[in-house]
Nanobody, 122 residues
Framework: EVQLVESGGGLVQPGGSLRLSCTAS????????MSWVRQAPGKGLEWVSGISWNGGRTYYADTVKDRSTISRDNAKNTLYLEMNSLKSEETAVYYC???????????????WGKGTLVTVSS
């Protein structure tokens, strides 16, 4: 029933920017915290950013802090991630993920989207 569908991936030049979207369905979207996670080719999962149920709190990995913005539009059941000054090593599949109602670990997620590929290359 729960569905998370990412969009907005594609080819981006080094130094460029992106705006990813994740549309959610099958649950009460504004009851849950959400996160973005990415996986570069041949590497493990890296948590990127998170946001509280009402957008009141946002969190960022040190590697993306100061050049990323996570946001959500609960009326549209949509999560967003904007990043600037992209680097080639940030080529990855970007996933959105739903957290459990009560959790204490950023990795405690129960549903994931299928991901959208971002390729940073000239």
């Amino acid at each position: 029933e729960v569905q998370l569908v990412e969009s907005g991936g594609g080819l981006v030049q080094p130094g460029g920017s992106l705006r990813l979207s994740c549309t959610a369905s099958g649950f009460v979207f504004d009851d849950y915290d959400m996160s973005w996670v990415r996986q570069a080719p041949g590497k493990g999962l890296e948590w990127v950013s998170g946001i509280s149920w009402n957008g009141g709190r946002t969190y960022y990995a040190d590697t993306v802090k100061d050049r990323s913005t996570i946001s959500r539009d609960n009326a549209k059941n949509t999560l967003y991630l904007e990043m600037n000054s992209l680097k080639s090593e940030e080529t990855a599949v970007y996933y959105c993920a739903k957290h459990r109602r009560d959790y204490s670990d950023h990795w405690d997620m129960d549903y994931w989207g299928k991901g959208t590929l971002v390729t940073v290359s000239s």
